[in-house]
């Protein structure tokens, strides 16, 4: 992945940009592991997942904003 996730005690980063604060740093490790994972599947294909996808994975699309299944 091109834009790891991480967690900062409460924080979870994209990057070194601060994009969420967490209730506990226990959920920001999950959150930045869950969202650095190459198993996530996204079984629905409509346009909010893309948009999701877009936003979480920006550099994992194609020239045409859809993401690409090889960035998994």
Not at 27 to 48: G, H, Q
Not at 49 to 65: I, K
Request: hydrophobic share 40%; with cysteine.
């Amino acid at each position: 992945m091109t834009a790891p996730y991480t967690s900062c005690g409460k924080q979870l980063l994209r990057g070194r940009k601060h994009i969420a604060d967490c209730c506990d740093p226990e959920t920001a490790e999950a959150l930045a592991i869950l969202l650095n994972s190459a198993e996530i599947v996204f079984w629905k294909d409509d346009e909010r997942m893309e948009r999701a996808q877009r936003v979480l994975w920006p550099n994992d699309t194609d020239e045409a904003g859809k993401f690409t299944v090889e960035a998994v």
